[in-house]
């Protein structure tokens, strides 16, 4: 079974400043999947940014990037030049393509990120 | 073109009362699937539709929970019995397929009240 753990409940930024959500997982697969999620208070989980285990070059999505350690089983979000809009709960999750989709995501507890104006 | 939607979006009900919550997935989505987040987790899998068929319930917590997708499309998580603990807010999201890079499409939620 995976694990995903996100060890920063909440993280508190001013605006146009770069901040950095870590997450580490668990797994004994060597092809996966990673995402980041983020889900405001209207609860509606969008997708922010997606990460191929395979693929060495780190996802970079606009002001979104991570920085993927495989051998170190991390995937860390990067978000510069924050912007007020992007105060939400932000999930890190899994995928095993082992089954196709049938596992489901595997979610992180999620770190709230606050953005001061 | 319209997101996934799920109704009620709040739903009180009594322990020991039955609940159906319902899903309305992006439509030609063939993959759907129920998550549970309680307060302060993460969403948790619940089951996962292929079309008409439950290709995977093993994160369904027991037998009082059951769910259905008659027609490839519409979805209903059924909870028979409700305790205090189902309190949670119930998750449902939709793929093009059910390929693990796919990005799932999430609804905004019903918060399930079980006093």
């Known amino acids: 079974a995976q694990t995903v753990t996100q060890s920063q409940p909440e993280m508190s930024v001013q605006e146009a400043e770069t901040v950095t959500l870590s997450c580490t997982y668990d797994?004994?697969?060597?092809?996966?999947?990673l995402f980041w999620y983020k889900q405001p208070p209207s609860r509606q989980m969008i997708l922010v940014i997606r990460?191929?285990?395979?693929?060495?070059q780190n996802a970079t999505e606009n002001r979104f990037s991570v920085n993927f350690q495989k051998a170190a089983k991390s995937f860390s979000l990067k978000i510069s030049d924050s912007q007020l809009g992007d105060t939400a709960m932000y999930f890190c999750?899994?995928?095993?393509?082992?089954?196709?989709?049938?596992?489901?995501?595997?979610f992180g507890k999620g770190t709230h990120l606050i953005i001061q104006p | 073109g319209a997101g996934v939607s799920q109704t009620p979006s709040n739903k009180v009900t009594e322990k020991g009362k039955y609940v159906e919550l319902r899903c309305d997935p992006i439509?030609?989505?063939?993959?759907l699937y129920w998550y549970r987040q309680s307060l302060g987790q993460g969403p948790e899998f619940l089951i996962y539709?292929?079309?008409?068929?439950?290709?995977?319930d093993s994160g369904l917590p027991n037998d009082r929970f059951f769910a259905v997708r008659p027609e490839g499309s519409v979805s209903t998580l059924k909870i028979q019995r409700t305790e205090r603990g189902d309190s949670a807010v119930y998750l449902c999201?939709?793929?093009?397929?059910?390929?693990?890079?796919?990005?799932?499409?999430f609804g905004p939620g019903t918060r399930l009240t079980v006093l």
């Open positions: 990460q191929e285990a395979y693929k060495q």
């Open positions: 539709f292929q079309g008409t068929g439950a290709a995977d």
């Open positions: 999201a939709s793929s093009p397929t059910g390929a693990s890079y796919n990005e799932q499409f």
């Open positions: 999750a899994f995928m095993n393509p082992r089954r196709g989709g049938a596992d489901g995501l595997t």
């Open positions: 797994t004994s697969e060597n092809n996966y999947y």
């Open positions: 439509s030609g989505h063939t993959a």
